[in-house]
């Protein structure tokens, strides 16, 4: 996280460059990730809420107020963008869409073309976004960003965690609760206690076997593919196939053809990668085996959007980014299974009815490589199954094609409570 910046306007001080993550279920979820995330101030953007702005370095006793979060109160409905002139060496981007920052915006840039060049890129996920004039009007609207504050709460600082001293008496409180239980005697087994614990390992080992790539896994996964070289030793790619492995990292296949006359197995090898593992299952075809090392996150049912949000907020996010992709699919959800437990006697248990009851939905994208960076703010809660990326020299670059084309399969987890 870097940190943010304060501009004072009128005596009233702007954050700019907050990052900014989709809320996507409970606030209190996306609040505690924020303290997870090191951040020093907090504000919640959208009504509902739909983003979640974090900022570092501020000031714990300063009063202020995010400039992208007033820049998305001014415009309640569409997606609306502007780039001001904060000085001679920054140009900075503020984008909203229905009443909510972009979690894409908010972000400074040292040329007015780069600027720009993150607007285009905007405007692949909402076509319809409107660019409203900035140049010699951005004094005007800095000076109304900050007249607006005066009706809006500042951002709410985050407090610290317990430190050491109460950590330590927490513990020592909890030992002279336990002397004391244990003076009296050791209590009865509870039979009811017994299963809810069979029933929490039973999930416990039924989520293991779902880890969550989510967005960071999502990212570097894009990057390694990203990262293939088209051309190799007078070889050219031809398609990279990947598949999560049994220790949750990404087992890789990519295939390389024989294209220059003059190019050989020596050369190719020569020019790989040390990581790389070479086969030759003919003379004009190679094969380079890798790995992507990505350990995944335990699912967690609590992090979970609920249901009714993946249908309102998180499929509509979805729909937003539909024109960079020839597919985008997710379908019906379809729960997931935790096998009963069962007694001595083999008898099933009763299944609590408190038990987490989850759901997940298959996911389908296919569309340049390019447009999926799309996908990396959305992918919370998404593990990947298959992951293919197709190299076609030929091609000419559009909207939705790309001489690099990904196919992505995977599942979207929910929580039906």
């Known amino acids: 996280m870097t940190a943010a910046r304060l501009v004072w306007v009128d005596q009233v001080p702007l954050v700019f460059g907050m990052d900014w993550i989709p809320v996507l279920g409970d606030p209190d979820l996306a609040r505690a990730q924020a303290r997870r995330e090191g951040a020093s101030h907090q504000t919640l953007s959208g009504n509902p809420p739909a983003a979640l702005g974090l900022a570092r370095g501020l000031a714990a006793r300063q ?25 001679a060496q920054t140009w900075h981007v503020l984008a909203s869409h229905e009443g909510a920052v972009l979690v894409r915006a908010d972000r400074g840039y040292p040329d007015p073309g780069l600027a720009e060049q993150s607007l285009e890129t905007l405007r692949l996920a909402y076509p319809r976004l409107q660019i409203l004039p900035g140049g010699t009007e951005d004094a005007a609207l800095l000076g109304e960003l900050a007249r607006q504050s005066a009706s809006v709460a500042p951002l709410t600082r985050i407090g610290r965690r317990f430190g050491p001293p109460v950590a330590l008496a927490l513990v020592l409180l909890a030992g002279v609760g336990g002397w004391g239980w244990s003076a009296r005697g050791t209590m009865p087994t509870d039979a009811g206690a017994d299963e809810r614990r069979a029933w929490d390992r ?8 779902h880890p969550l790539h989510g967005g960071p896994g999502t990212q570097a996964l894009l ?16 398609q990279t196939r990947c598949q999560p492995g049994a220790d949750a990292g990404w087992q890789c296949r990519s295939e390389y053809r024989r294209m220059d ?42 992090r979970l959007p609920a249901s009714r949000l993946i249908a309102r907020d998180w499929a509509s996010a979805l729909q937003a980014v539909l024109p960079a992709f020839t597919t985008l699919r997710l379908e019906a959800p379809q729960a997931v299974a935790v096998p009963a437990p069962q007694d001595a006697q083999g008898r099933v248990l009763p299944e609590p009815p408190d038990l987490p009851r989850l759901a997940r939905r298959a996911l389908k994208v296919e569309g340049p490589l390019r447009s999926a960076e799309l996908l990396v703010p959305l992918a919370q809660s ?32 929910e929580n039906r409570h």
């Open 261 to 302: 006359p003059q190019a050989d197995n020596r050369g190719l090898i020569q020019a790989a990668p040390a990581a790389w593992r070479l086969e030759f299952p003919a003379l004009d075809r190679a094969q380079a085996v890798w790995t992507l090392s990505w350990a995944g996150e335990p699912l967690d049912p609590a």
């Open 382 to 413: 998404v593990s990947w199954h298959k992951a293919v990326l197709s190299h076609a020299p030929g091609a000419r670059p559009g909207l939705k094609t790309s001489r690099l084309i990904l196919h992505l399969e995977g599942s979207l987890y």
């Open 202 to 209: 039973a999930l416990t080992q039924a989520l293991a076997r």
């Open 63 to 87: 009063a202020c107020w995010s400039a992208a979060d007033l820049w998305a109160r001014r415009h309640p409905q569409g997606t609306v963008a502007c780039v001001i002139a904060l000085d």
């Open 223 to 238: 990057q390694a593919l990203a990262g293939q070289p088209a051309r190799l030793g007078g070889w050219v790619l031809q």
